[in-house]
């Protein structure tokens, strides 16, 4: 049975939360606060963590952060309706998704679901397909993790799952829709914010400048295409 923890200081809001996942055998730790969040990750594996922005003492922002500095666990964060500040800087920070509240209770499920099954997606499919190398870059599918100049280091879900997918189709155009379609596994809707905040974060962290990228290459107005030349 998967895991999950909720870290939000709504408790009827948790509690409806853990009712519902139980129909898709999956169980709900909750906690208030982000420092009993943080302690409960060390204490227990999880397959994924459901973060609200808005909590007193350390909100969801800074316990994103100390997260991704132990964890490269698939969070999704709650943000409130039409803050869209808090949705990039979410995203730019590390998770790996966010839904607006008020949210319909069938559409968190879908995106649960999604991201954990996403999170062990590669591995399940490419277990005869350790690494795939290029000029100055490593991909381990078996340990997601990356080596390229300035050293060997662990992705988030969703910057490895769409590195990966774009290094498997070196040379072909992706289109934005189908990026999304296939690393968020749900139908696209022209929010673009997603893909643009991991292809940030993955050239900050694979590309020796990321102003002039050399793996990932932006197609103007139609979406990306990883080198065919590396």
Do not use: H
């Not at 800087?89 to 319909?104: M, Q």
């Amino acid at each position: 049975m998967n895991n999950i923890l909720i870290i939000d200081d709504d408790w009827e809001l948790c509690a409806l939360i853990k009712r519902s996942v139980l129909s898709e055998n999956i169980e709900a730790d909750c906690c208030n606060a982000g420092t009993v969040g943080l302690q409960k990750i060390k204490e227990k594996k999880f397959q994924l963590i459901i973060l609200d922005v808005m909590m007193p003492g350390m909100d969801g922002f800074e316990t994103l952060e100390q997260i991704r500095k132990e964890s490269n666990i698939p969070i999704l964060m709650f943000t409130s309706k039409n803050d869209n500040a808090s949705k990039v800087r979410g995203l730019r920070a590390g998770a790996d998704d966010y839904l607006t509240k008020p949210f319909e209770m069938d559409e968190l499920i879908a995106r649960i679901v999604s991201l954990i099954r996403r999170y062990t997606r590669f591995n399940q499919e490419d277990e005869a397909l350790q690494e795939i190398e290029f000029d100055g870059l490593k991909i381990d599918l078996d340990n997601r993790s990356v080596t390229t100049r300035m050293g060997t280091f662990e992705l988030p879900p969703k910057e490895f799952d769409l590195l990966l997918l774009c290094a498997k189709n070196q040379g072909k155009i992706l289109t934005k829709q189908r990026i999304y379609e296939e690393v968020w596994g749900e139908e696209y809707f022209y929010d673009d914010s997603n893909i643009m905040a991991i292809i940030s974060r993955l050239r900050k962290k694979i590309e020796e400048n990321s102003a002039s990228p050399k793996y990932i290459q932006t197609i103007k107005g139609i979406g990306y295409r990883f080198n065919k030349e590396v």
